[in-house]
């Protein structure tokens, strides 16, 4: 996933776009401050994970942020339904988590220009 994070980050770049990434490799204990720090010096945040957004990183991100630091947030990952089964690729593309998926996502949320 940090793969896909990295390669959009630099798609947004190349688009004239400022993207930073922060690598959350848990939910719990969350960097709290990490992610505060980062999130001060952005007009917005975009989560990715590679599993369920609800109650997953992005939940958290969401409820730092409304308690610490409004900032619009756009939390990109798997809806909540049955997963299909094939290869990474495969998957990553169906459900939104390639690089291509990240950066539209990012775009058309209207929070980057």
Known sequence: ML?????AAKALEDQGIQASVLHCPTVKPLDS???????????AVVTVENHL???GLGSAVAELLGDQLPL???RVGVADTFAAPGSPEYLFERYGLDAASIVNAAVASKMVR
């Open 53 to 55: 957004t609800a109650g």
């Open 72 to 74: 619009p947030l756009k």
């Open 33 to 43: 401050q990490a992610i505060l720090d980062l999130a001060a010096t952005c007009k």
């Open 3 to 7: 793969s896909n994070t990295l390669k």
